[in-house]
């Protein structure tokens, strides 16, 4: 429960206080206007509860008027009260709460057992018993958030750093000036309930805010007890597996006839070698001139999308198949080494520039393009040629039963298979060659026609 207050001044001294609570049941928010009356009669602390703001400012005008004006007495408190509130603030001067401190307190702790007060010493009782043995020492909501992110930088890649802090500038715009152990289960889901997100970015929202919690408390850090985690007992929604979309071998020859000559090593290592489009970009014409020595295409684990989250694994090899040897040998021949280390431009190498790229290609070659179309390709045509799903997952950086369950059972031909790796580059040159001239016997051999341009009169 939630608790603040706006106050309605008339006549200068007459101020009449407004509560504004708010409580959630079941998810649900639901809030409450209630004006203060010390000066109902019989003399006696009312409140009037009202569902909208206006009504309850309306009460509080008029109440504040009537004061203003002699017309009420202010309301005694009986004996009882007086001694209940006199015995009430005795028990607290240990503790060095105010009353109403107190009041809110207790409130609060009732809202988190699920609103049962009967439970309150029970659940008092169970933290004593399973509390951790080293008290906890609360951080800021805005400082843990950008602690966190400090040490993810350079941790992950950009496109994750990037997602790290979109979600949690999401968590910071609700729960910024709280403390973490502060933010409950039911404050999530209310912030969830005000979004329209998809199952998928729900999901990720969730797991971020996980990871949050979950650095607060390692290491050194203990900013909340161990194993709280607001988002741990949310239930995740369902995600629908979406379909797998191919190119088709003339789109791939279309696309690289058609694009940008600085553009196409690249899109040879997305389409014929199965890297991702991001570890790609990450290639280095060092490796792509040892890939054509040995014949092998050798990422680094922090080129790749499984070393970068995992440090442990995720380097990995893949075959320079003959195609894509054709195009890269194609390429250096006709535009020469590259000034740029990186087999990806410049230009195109940033985060957003990348993520633009698709909408480039389908702009500049016609082709209708494919989510993922490239990568998508390989390895459902290099599955359907080699039948061997775990050497595929090897070369792709994917598990056996992903490629099983979204690219292995795509209808494909093994004839389209076979002619998406013969896509080859255009022969060198522009020049057609001529046939060669046929041997004519001498006996055919006119003789020179007397004339102006004929030697025969010389």
């Not at 309930?193 to 290491?219: H, R, V």
């Not at 070393?307 to 250096?332: D, F, H, I, S, V």
């Not at 061997?388 to 598990?399: L, R």
């Not at 046929?438 to 020179?448: I, M």
């Amino acid at each position: 429960m939630k608790t603040k207050h706006i106050e309605v001044r008339k006549g200068g001294n007459v101020r009449v206080r407004i509560y504004i609570i708010t409580r959630r049941k079941n998810g649900q928010a639901y809030t409450e206007y209630k004006v203060v009356d010390y000066f109902s009669t019989p003399p006696k602390r009312k409140l009037w509860a009202f569902a909208e703001e206006t009504e309850a400012r309306q009460k509080a005008t008029e109440l504040a008027e009537s004061i203003a004006k002699g017309q009420q007495e202010p309301a005694q408190l009986a004996e009882y009260q007086r001694r209940d509130f006199v015995e009430a603030v005795d028990l607290l001067r240990r503790y060095e709460l105010d009353l109403k401190t107190a009041v809110s307190l207790l409130c609060e702790a009732i809202d988190i057992i699920g609103g049962q007060p009967g439970h309150l010493r029970i659940a008092a009782q169970f933290y004593k018993t399973n509390r951790p043995s080293k008290p906890f020492e609360p951080k800021q909501t805005d400082n843990a958030v950008a602690e966190f992110l400090a040490t993810q930088t350079g941790i992950v890649c950009q496109r994750r750093h990037q997602a790290l802090t979109c979600y949690l500038g999401q968590f910071l715009k609700v729960f910024s000036g709280r403390k973490l152990d502060q933010v409950n289960q039911c404050d999530v889901e209310a912030l969830l309930e005000t979004k329209k997100w998809s199952p998928k970015t729900t999901n990720d929202f969730l797991g971020m805010i996980g990871l949050l919690y979950k650095f607060a408390q390692k290491g050194y850090r203990n900013w909340v007890p161990a194993g709280f985690n607001p988002a741990k007992d949310i239930d995740r929604l369902a995600i629908g597996e979406g379909d797998v979309e191919l190119m088709e071998p003339d789109e791939a020859e279309q696309m690289l006839a058609r694009i940008h000559p600085d553009l196409i090593p690249f899109l040879v290592l997305w389409c014929f070698t199965g890297c991702r489009k991001e570890e790609a970009a990450r290639v280095t014409w060092q490796q792509v001139n040892s890939a054509l020595k040995t014949g092998e295409l050798e990422l680094r684990r922090d080129q790749t999308k499984n070393g970068r989250a995992r440090r442990k694994r995720g380097a990995r090899k893949m075959p320079l198949l003959p195609n894509a040897r054709a195009w890269l040998e194609w390429w250096l021949r006709k535009h020469g080494p590259s000034d740029s280390e990186m087999v990806l431009p410049l230009r195109w190498n940033t985060l957003s520039q990348l993520s633009d790229l698709p909408k480039f290609i389908r702009r500049n070659t016609g082709i209708t393009w494919k989510e993922n179309g490239p990568r998508n390709s390989y390895i459902s045509y290099r599955s359907k040629i080699t039948g061997n799903v775990v050497d595929v997952a090897d070369e792709a950086g994917n598990s056996p039963a992903k490629i099983e369950r979204h690219y292995r059972a795509k209808s494909v031909l093994l004839e389209t298979a076979h002619a998406w790796f013969n896509v080859m580059p255009p022969p060198d040159g522009n020049i057609v060659p001529m046939p060669e001239p046929k041997a004519v016997p001498e006996s055919e051999l006119a003789a020179p026609v007397a004339g102006r341009f004929s030697f025969a009169n010389n």
